[in-house]
């Protein structure tokens, strides 16, 4: 287990990992990933739209009443020439987010859980398998997730928030992988060297989870909240239930 002692160094240990974009992702089949699924002794799900119904930073924005500025960023930054961490930055910067309105945030939004993903998690555990949250959010706002379902909160890799002494926004903790494009690549790959997982699958929605395989050795397509045409595409398993992955899981 991680404490929080050990975590400067292994901030440090990932950002020396390659910052490489990968390229492709495996070219598994289907059946192949279904049984790297079953076999997987390391499972990391992506949570906004995964693991969550909904998209923390859009949330934020609308508690903070500047949705419709944030939404336009968020889709001039997904249209290109904008990279994760300008586009993070931008939309921070008009949310202005402060110690008060994250902590209010918090208290009056609990955790929108998608449908069977407690019993999943419950499942993978219940296996010896280690479940771990990746995510290109913020660590605060994740915490009552994993807490929900029972993953130790050294289990969650994500960005950040800073703040002033007198509560201010400061911006956000620039030395965390996940605050990369490629983020979740780096932190399965430290994974991987730090606990030497042998099958580790990553579960998610979106591009950057795509893009974390390799050096995941699978990857599950999820669909439960939004459908990402071009992750769909390229997802050799493609699921819009946890319950299939449930279910694959007894046939083991
Ligand atoms: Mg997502």
Same mark, same amino acid.
């Given at each position: 287990?991680?404490?929080?002692?050990?975590?400067?160094?292994?901030?440090?240990?990932?950002?020396?990992?390659?910052?490489?974009?990968?390229?492709?992702?495996?070219?598994?089949?289907?059946?192949?990933?279904? !049984?790297?699924?079953?076999?997987?002794?390391?499972?990391?799900?992506?949570?906004?739209?995964?693991?969550?119904?909904?998209?923390?930073?859009?949330e934020l924005a609308k508690f903070?009443? &500047?949705?419709?500025?944030?939404?336009?960023?968020?889709?001039? !930054?997904?249209?290109?020439?904008?990279?994760?961490?300008? %586009?993070?930055?931008?939309?921070?910067?008009?949310?202005?987010?402060?110690?008060?309105?994250?902590?209010?945030? +918090?208290?009056?939004?609990?955790?929108?859980? $998608?449908?069977? /993903?407690?019993?999943?998690?419950?499942?993978?555990?219940? &296996?010896?398998?280690?479940?771990?949250?990746?995510?290109?959010?913020?660590?605060?706002? /994740?915490?009552?997730? !994993?807490?929900?379902?029972? /993953?130790?909160?050294?289990? /969650?890799?994500?960005?950040?928030?800073?703040? #002033?002494?007198?509560? &201010?926004?400061?911006?956000?903790?620039?030395?965390?992988?996940?605050?990369?494009?490629?983020?979740? %690549?780096?932190? +399965?790959?430290?994974?991987?060297?730090?606990?030497? #997982?042998?099958?580790?699958?990553?579960?998610?929605?979106?591009?950057?989870?795509?893009? %974390?395989?390799?050096?995941?050795?699978?990857?599950?397509?999820?669909?439960?909240?939004?459908?990402?045409?071009?992750?769909? %595409?390229?997802?050799?398993?493609?699921?819009?239930?946890?319950?299939?992955?449930?279910?694959?899981? $007894?046939?083991?």
């Open positions: 287990m991680l404490s929080p002692r050990m975590m400067p160094s292994l901030i440090r240990q990932l950002s020396s990992v390659s910052t490489k974009m990968p390229c492709h992702s495996l070219n598994l089949s289907e059946s192949q990933t279904r !049984a790297m699924w079953r076999a997987a002794d390391c499972v990391c799900f992506d949570v906004d739209s995964t693991v969550c119904m909904d998209e923390a930073i859009d903070a009443g &500047r949705e419709k500025e944030v939404a336009d960023l968020t889709e001039r !930054a997904m249209k290109g020439g904008m990279t994760f961490r300008e %586009a993070l930055e931008q939309r921070l910067q008009l949310i202005q987010p402060d110690m008060q309105m994250v902590e209010t945030y +918090i208290r009056e939004n609990p955790p929108r859980l $998608s449908p069977g /993903i407690e019993e999943l998690v419950g499942h993978l555990q219940s &296996r010896g398998v280690a479940v771990y949250l990746v995510s290109g959010g913020f660590q605060s706002i /994740i915490e009552p997730v !994993a807490t929900e379902l029972g /993953i130790p909160h050294e289990n /969650i890799f994500a960005n950040q928030l800073k703040f #002033y002494f007198n509560g &201010r926004y400061a911006g956000f903790e620039t030395n965390q992988p996940t605050s990369n494009q490629d983020g979740k %690549a780096r932190v +399965i790959q430290y994974l991987k060297k730090k606990f030497g #997982y042998q099958r580790v699958v990553m579960v998610g929605d979106g591009a950057t989870d795509l893009a %974390a395989c390799p050096p995941a050795d699978a990857f599950i397509g999820y669909g439960g909240n939004q459908i990402r045409e071009k992750v769909k %595409a390229a997802s050799p398993w493609f699921v819009e239930s946890f319950s299939d992955l449930v279910k694959e899981l $007894s046939m083991a």
